[in-house]
Each structure stands twice: as C-alpha cells, then as structure tokens.
C-alpha cells in the first residue's frame, strides 16, 4: 500500500489544482528531504513510491531499512501474457480513479493492454523509451511501468490541469519528481483518457504539461 513517506514530513507547499484549459498557475511538489541513494517517486501530495534496488519490485515503505512489504510491478505475468502474447486487447492492466472534469462524472478509468492504438500496448510501443529515460537521468532502479503507473495514477487522481482533448478525449496533467540521492527530475505526465470508454488511450513523460483545450 502506497503511504506518505515519513522523509517527506517537512513538505509545506500544497498542490494548487489548477482545473480547466486557461488560467493555469504553476503547481509545485511539496519540497522534499530525500536523500538516500534510493530511487523514489514523488506525486504533488507528497505521495511516494520507493523503487528499491536489484529485486525488481517497488514498495511505498520508504524509512525501512530492509524491506519488509513488496508490492508487484505494474505487470505481473498474466498481465504480460495478456498484452504480449494473447494480444487480449480488453484485459485489464490497472484500474485508477479520474477526477470529475465537467460533463465527465470522474471515477474508475481502466488503463487496457488495448492495440497500438490505445492503452500500454500504445504506451508501451511509442513512450516506454522516454519513460526509461526519466529513470536512467538519476540512474534510478526500477522499470519504465513502475515509472508511468504511479505517474497515471498521480495525474488522474491528483491533476494540476485537466483539459478537454475533442473527440471525448480528456487530457490531464500534474507534477511529477523523481529523487535519488541529491539528484531531482521534474517533470508532467500527460495522460489522455476516453470519457466515454472510461480507459487511459496514452500517457507520455512531458516536461511541461501540454493539455490545452
């Protein structure tokens, strides 16, 4: 389970959502304390996800010494098996929960293996490198879905700006960190939903966020 991490505790700027496609001001991340080699990612609440180091899996305990509680990745087998080689299109990846933005009434939106059109597959073909790039400039542990999971799940449920995309498409946005050691990279996610379908059709690392109505 995902938790504010205790290193975070002197965090006093709060996220200001900034919800529409103008008039947006600057949102910034609760400055942070980390200073451990570790890898962590932090959401605009504070909100942390530790990536420790060789074991390939991620926990939000960041002030443990030894880890005691793993959470899989984003992908467990069957997920791989599903998107890679069933090529299930309607199988279910991860489930998030979006804001309210206007006629969209916000709540679960499903992130599908889908095609190269949609979902990771999408993702996965077209943004994988640059959400590996993000990790690799603070020589961060961890895998590219680690990354954009907990990045998706952080601009749904805690946007700096959501716009509406046309073709019932949303866009949403917030900041993002990734720390290692004294090493910081900001950056904000784009991710595009479908209001009517209820599922993430892309998310890719932007550093500036590029939703505009």
């Known amino acids: 389970?995902?938790?504010?991490?205790?290193?975070?505790a002197s965090a006093t700027a709060a996220l200001a959502l900034c919800i529409g496609v103008s008039g947006a001001q600057a949102s910034e991340i609760p400055t942070s304390t980390v200073t451990s080699p570790t890898t962590y990612i932090v959401g605009p609440t504070g909100e942390t996800l530790r990536l420790p180091k060789g074991d390939g899996r991620t926990t939000s305990d960041a002030d443990v010494a030894e880890l005691s509680t793993l959470t899989p990745l984003l992908l467990d087998p069957v997920d791989v098996f599903n998107?890679?080689?069933r090529k299930n299109s309607n199988h279910t990846v991860k489930n998030y929960t979006a804001k309210a933005f206007g006629s969209f009434t916000g709540g679960t939106v499903a992130l599908k293996c889908e095609t190269a059109e949609d979902g990771w597959i999408?993702?996965?073909r077209q943004h994988a490198d640059q959400w590996q790039y993000k990790l690799d400039r603070v020589a961060g542990t961890g895998t590219w879905d680690d990354l954009m999971g907990f990045a998706v799940k952080e601009a749904l449920s805690h946007p700096g700006t959501i716009a509406n995309g046309g073709q019932g498409?949303?866009?949403f946005s917030t900041p993002i960190e990734l720390?290692?050691?004294t090493t910081v990279v900001k950056f904000n996610p784009t991710v595009i939903i479908s209001?009517?379908?209820?599922?993430?059709?892309t998310a890719?690392?932007?550093n500036r966020q590029q939703c505009h109505g």
């Open 204 to 206: 890719y690392p932007s």
């Open 179 to 181: 720390h290692r050691g």
């Open 1 to 8: 389970m995902k938790t504010r991490s205790p290193l975070l």
């Open 169 to 171: 498409k949303l866009c």
């Open 195 to 201: 209001m009517n379908n209820r599922k993430v059709i």
């Open 83 to 85: 998107c890679n080689v």
């Open 122 to 124: 999408r993702i996965k």
